[in-house]
């Protein structure tokens, strides 16, 4: 304790003073703390406070002006709307005095489409990202992690173009095969665009599983490269085989971050745009709920109507589409959170 | 039950770095026998070779025999899960399953052998708890987090998760090295207790606790930086502690080690 109020002394010009001849006395506070030098870091720590604080702000801020813009833009288009604007399969906005748009369709196939490229994804990241922290010898590791993350830089432009002229003609018996044969199940039932086009939510899925698939298997490798070496070598001491391993240490750890990774990727297959826009073909009849429909989603139906964005109230129909997207995203965000804070560890 | 162990010219490399320089040593049935020795000396590998988690390092590898009552471990029809299953291991830092319960951790090595019976596995949970005298502190909360208990209590769980799949041999990496000196205690008391049963071999960095539970001792040292660690000597443990054969080990234990 002595030796400790000396060093501390030494610290503080001002706390020589009487104290120096009796060591075991407890210095009063205000001697050795030196009042100067905590006022100095009371300063700093304030300045950092705020600008942290202020960070914080500056985010929330922008997320809530951003909802604000949509809504304010889009409520004007909302009461002058003429048809159901959640279960409309309508989206015709060319005579601004009479407004008929509904989301039913957009929600569908924005939905059914990014649901699909999940199920592809999620499966395949997670197997890659098993075999580059678990089975990869470590000189494949590298040059294999790099052309996972390669496939993020494509521009979406590309995936599109790939999706319609190669993927989609491709996949062609595929998707005939499946709808001969699995038809009876609504969601392979014929949908409203045609098959043998490519251009339906079958193709865009996979192109959006593509897509998604870096960022995935990204978080998942990331998390599951942290699994603590002495869980795997308590599991492998136990008489575990790796796959067992796997299994009691590694899934349960990376779970919740494979979860989350899952719905960053699920939050970009919802907004994709230009990838999709190229896709999908346009339908002429609502949407059966098939993954043979064609159609739009909303970012896809947004860009699609872009250069019309003339008059107030058509354009408002749009934004208040893109509303719809923003409030959706959150949604998935917020289920990540929940799911990433381990609310449901126990699966 | 409770087999003896031989290593005969064992060398153990981690790639190219030769770690320890060709060991042999007897390890009898139901006694307690120390590895001790400085920081870097090949003890805690040594122990690594006995149950083949040697190998688990990338790059690491073994050369030599490892006989398991006469039957060599690195033989290549021999597979390493199943050596891990006969040879137990407790390591340094306490590491329960995070996310098991106290009563999944214990049986957690069952299970992996395949035992599915749930009577079964909680009468083996008791026993190994009781084994690893944790049984009254954890009876009531069976069913909460390996990692909620003391880190003493998780040393203990550790090692009935060791005892529960009954192994011939139970390895100890510097069990104690994480714990205070109650928990301490109640580990080599424990240690005394399982020798009836084990042959049990434990690294540790205090020669006090190699004195209290060991019977044979292994000093380990190593010459330079850079160099292999070697057996310098093996012997009983009260030999090596009141009259040791050679000089470097009278030098280490009498701390005028350098």
Same mark, same amino acid.
């Given at each position: 304790m002595t030796d400790e109020n000396e060093v501390m002394t030494n %610290? !503080?010009?001002?706390?020589? +003073? /009487?104290? /120096? #001849?009796?060591?075991g006395a407890e210095p009063p506070a205000s001697s050795w703390l030196g009042q100067g030098e905590a006022a100095k870091h009371r300063r700093a720590d304030a300045l950092f406070r705020w600008l942290a604080t202020g960070s914080g702000i500056a985010v929330v801020s922008a997320v809530s002006l951003i909802g604000v813009f949509l809504l304010v833009q889009a409520w004007p288009s909302l009461q002058a709307n003429n048809a159901n604007f959640l279960f409309s399969s309508e989206f015709d906005t060319r005579d601004a005095e009479n407004l008929r748009f509904g989301i039913r369709d957009l929600l569908v196939v924005t939905v059914m489409s990014s649901a699909f490229a999940l199920v592809i994804a999620m499966p395949l990241a997670l197997g890659i990202a098993l075999f580059l922290t678990q089975y990869a010898p470590p000189a494949v590791r590298r040059p294999f992690g790099y052309i996972i993350d390669t496939l993020a830089a494509v521009p979406s432009i590309v995936y599109g173009l790939w999706g319609i002229f190669v993927l989609g003609p491709f996949l062609v018996p595929v998707a005939l095969w499946m709808n001969r044969n699995? #038809?009876?199940?609504p969601i392979f039932a014929t949908g409203n665009?045609? &098959? +043998? /086009?490519? /251009?339906t939510i079958f193709t865009a899925g996979i192109v959006l599983a593509v897509m998604i698939l870096p960022i995935i298997t990204s978080v998942t490798r990331e998390v599951f490269r942290q699994t603590p070496v002495k869980h795997i070598e308590g599991a492998l001491a136990l008489g575990a085989t790796r796959w067992e391993m796997i299994r009691t240490t590694v899934l349960p750890f990376g779970r919740s971050g494979y979860i989350a990774g899952s719905m960053l990727g699920l939050g970009r297959a919802l907004g994709e745009t230009v990838a999709v826009l190229v896709v999908l073909r346009i339908a002429s009849?609502?949407? %059966?709920? !098939? &993954?043979f429909d064609g159609g739009y989603t909303f970012a896809s139906l947004i860009a699609s109507a872009a250069h019309e964005f003339v008059h107030p109230l058509p354009t408002g129909a749009y934004i208040a589409a893109g509303l719809v997207l923003f409030i959706l995203t959150f949604v998935v965000n917020a289920i990540a959170r929940t799911i990433a804070n381990g609310k449901m560890q126990r699966l | 039950m409770a087999k003896r162990i031989d290593v005969k010219d064992v060398n153990i490399y981690y790639g190219k770095f030769r770690a320890v320089d060709d060991v042999t040593l007897h390890v009898p049935p139901k006694q307690v026998t120390a590895f001790i020795g400085?920081?870097?000396?090949?003890k805690s590998t040594m122990l690594r070779t006995l149950n083949r988690m040697h190998e688990v390092v990338p790059g690491a590898r073994v050369e030599g025999q490892v006989l398991l009552d006469g039957e060599n471990i690195y033989a290549s029809s021999v597979d390493p899960v199943q050596v891990r299953r006969t040879v137990g291991m407790v390591f340094q830092s306490p590491n329960p399953f995070p996310t098991m319960s106290i009563r999944d951790n214990v049986v957690a090595g069952l299970k992996l052998a395949g035992t599915r019976n749930k009577k079964q596995l909680d009468e083996i949970a008791e026993q190994a708890l009781r084994g690893a005298n944790l049984w009254n502190e954890v009876k009531d909360r069976l069913s909460k987090p390996g990692g909620g208990l003391s880190g003493g209590q998780q040393q203990r769980l550790c090692i009935a998760r060791a005892i529960a799949v009954q192994p011939d041999v139970l390895l100890m990496d510097?069990?104690?090295?994480?714990?205070?000196p109650i928990s301490t205690l109640a580990i080599e008391d424990l240690i005394s207790e399982l020798k009836k049963d084990y042959t049990i071999v434990i690294v540790t960095h205090n020669m006090q606790q190699a004195a209290r539970v060991s019977d044979e001792t292994g000093f380990f040292n190593v010459p330079g930086v850079g160099e292999p660690g070697r057996l310098v000597e093996f012997n009983d443990t009260e030999k090596i502690f009141s009259n040791p054969d050679e000089q470097a080990t009278e030098d280490y234990i009498s701390g005028r080690f350098g």
């Open positions: %610290t !503080s010009a001002d706390s020589r +003073k /009487g104290q /120096g #001849g009796d060591p699995l #038809g009876w199940i665009v045609s &098959i +043998k /086009g490519g /251009g009849s609502p949407a %059966t709920f !098939s &993954i | 400085p920081s870097g000396c090949g510097e069990p104690c090295s994480a714990l205070d």
